[in-house]
């Protein structure tokens, strides 16, 4: 498949930056969904050794999204009681 390409980019050089658009697209959204399996407290790969809800153990003071626009995770208090 990748000789294909290749031979299409040398016959028509104007489809490069299609390919390297959908290339650096694929590469982004393959490591965004990396990032929240990982990263994001709903995921749980582990359910012998982390039964119950984890998302539950998270601090108020912290930060799971992948980006904030206004809001310090590290000035926020607890406002809700411990159950």
Do not use: C
Not at 35 to 57: A, I, M, T, Y
Request: net charge positive; proline share 8%.
């Amino acid at each position: 498949m990748l000789h294909q390409i290749t031979g299409q980019a040398k016959k028509h050089p104007s489809l490069i930056p299609l390919f390297v658009f959908i290339t650096v697209g694929g590469t982004g959204a393959a490591l965004y969904v990396l990032h929240l399996e990982l990263f994001n407290p709903n995921v749980s790969w582990d359910r012998k050794n982390n039964p119950g809800k984890p998302w539950n153990k998270l601090g108020p003071n912290d930060q799971y999204k992948f980006h904030s626009v206004n809001v310090d995770y590290s000035k926020l208090k607890k406002e809700v009681p411990d159950f």
